[in-house]
């Protein structure tokens, strides 16, 4: 019984985040995405990795690595709504993507740019099937998807990566991908 509750509330959180996605895509093309910045614990993404994206990793038989080197008493000052969707998306994308006994890596580096800048650097990684260089031209435009012949249960909407990069827009940050058929993809933000 415990086990099916966890899979419902598990399932509705899933559902809750997919109608927020269509709603946040719908607010960041209307230009209405707004962000509230405030001291942010990376301790707050850490409880929510391993609440949500490390029961998907252990599902698949994922590793799941963690390489943090945040700056000693100093917090960032971000949106923590959006950090944490701008990171589900983007490892919920790596999990759904990467064959059983892959790896998925979140690495976050922050540098003091000067007494009162922290600039923090996020790296999202896996060893999954990659993209390929033609849809990597066109990934973060909205409901795109690269034509595969994978199950359709491994299909979404196709707004993750447009809502992630319209969240990294919005804080003013840039993105790099990396990725090739067959070799995992790594999304470095800063």
Known sequence: TRYCLEKIDASSKFLFCLINDVLDMA?????KMTLHPEPYELRQLLSYV???IRPLCAEKGLQLIFDLQPVEKRKPVIDPLRFNQLCFNLL??????TPEGGAVTLRIHD???????LAMYLEIS???IG??????KSMFEPFTQ??????????????????AKKIIDAMGGTVEVRSKPGAGTSFRIQ
């Open 111 to 117: 540098k003091m740019l000067s007494e009162a800048r």
């Open 27 to 31: 607010k960041a093309e209307s230009g």
């Open 92 to 97: 919920s994308n790596a999990v759904k993507y």
């Open 131 to 136: 993209m390929s260089e033609e849809f990597q």
């Open 50 to 52: 391993e609440a949500v």
């Open 126 to 128: 896996d060893t999954g």
């Open 146 to 163: 690269e034509n595969r012949d994978d199950s359709s249960l491994t299909r979404g909407t196709g707004l993750g990566l447009a809502i």
